[in-house]
């Protein structure tokens, strides 16, 4: 059973465990069809670009067979960190320059003692492996919700045109109602006149004192309208009449306090009556 990682070029890495035996006795950067490995990559063409045993220890392209052999390293591949005990003595550098250190590696032949194989996508099949493995390379949650837009940060533009929509729809609504009101109003005069038109040559049925009525009621309903209108101009004044009546009493009032009061002499005559 082998552990397949494919990389794909955007840094996804997918996983699966198949027991290819197609893989066995291939070398490293090999070429292998994706139908060798699992029936649902058929088409996808890949590379062998690592392997490594159960023990760790990584398969090198310059190691033939499929045994361990010790090499001489310098850092890279089967290299990366310092040795745990350099002497008492504590260096400031992590990677001490011209290191190079006997390491124990794997042949670059496939063999049963491979755990894991690292593949690299050459041609892509006619599924995308996101559709193959659906479970795979999920966003978090936390990221899916930083990118969906908040729906309680709204800008400012938003939040004027709302206001003015709503400002708009409320006119609308009083509107309405006020003509509602008229009309029922209308049709209570009109029908108070009805009653009280007597029977004459004018208006011998019923239609004509219906006409009768209606023209009397839209007459009466004209007046009360301007009536109504007048007084809510009148309310509407603005306070500035009020405060220059309240101005020119306050001047009247401190003209009739200098009459009343008597002048005052100059302090040069008051020093001479004194004397």
């Known amino acids: 059973m082998f552990k397949i990682n494919i990389g794909t070029k955007e840094g996804n890495t997918y996983k699966l465990e198949a027991e290819a035996e197609e893989l066995i006795g291939k070398s490293l950067h090999d070429k292998i069809q994706g139908k060798d490995i699992s029936p649902d990559l058929e088409g996808y063409e890949f590379e062998i670009a690592g392997a490594s045993d159960k023990a760790g220890f990584t398969a090198f392209k310059n190691v033939e067979g499929i045994g361990l052999k010790k090499v001489l390293l310098t850092y890279g591949k089967g290299m990366k960190k310092r040795p745990r005990k350099e002497g008492k003595k504590k260096r400031a550098k992590n990677r001490p320059k011209g290191l190079r250190l006997r390491k124990t590696v794997r042949g670059k032949v496939i063999s049963p003692e491979i755990v894991q194989i690292n593949l690299k996508i050459l041609k892509e099949g006619g599924k995308k492996l996101s559709e193959i493995f659906p479970d795979q390379n999920k966003k978090p949650e936390s990221e899916a919700k930083e990118e969906t837009p908040k729906e309680t ?55 004509s004192k ?10 009466v309903t004209k007046q009360s309208e301007k009536t109504i209108e007048k007084i809510a101009v009148e309310e509407k004044k603005p306070e500035d009449s009020e405060s220059k009546e309240e101005g020119v009493k306050e001047k009247e009032k401190k003209e009739e306090q200098e009459l009343t009061q008597p002048e005052k002499e100059p302090t040069s005559k008051k020093v001479e009556k004194e004397k």
């Open 210 to 219: 219906e006409k009768a009525a209606t023209e009397i009621a839209e007459e």
């Open 153 to 207: 940060e709204t800008p400012k533009e938003q939040i004027e045109t709302s206001k003015t929509e709503e400002a708009s729809k409320q006119e609308e609504q009083k509107s309405a109602e006020e003509k509602q009101i008229k009309k029922e109003i209308k049709e209570e005069v009109k029908e108070e006149i009805k009653k009280s038109i007597p029977k004459s040559p004018e208006t011998p049925n019923s239609e």
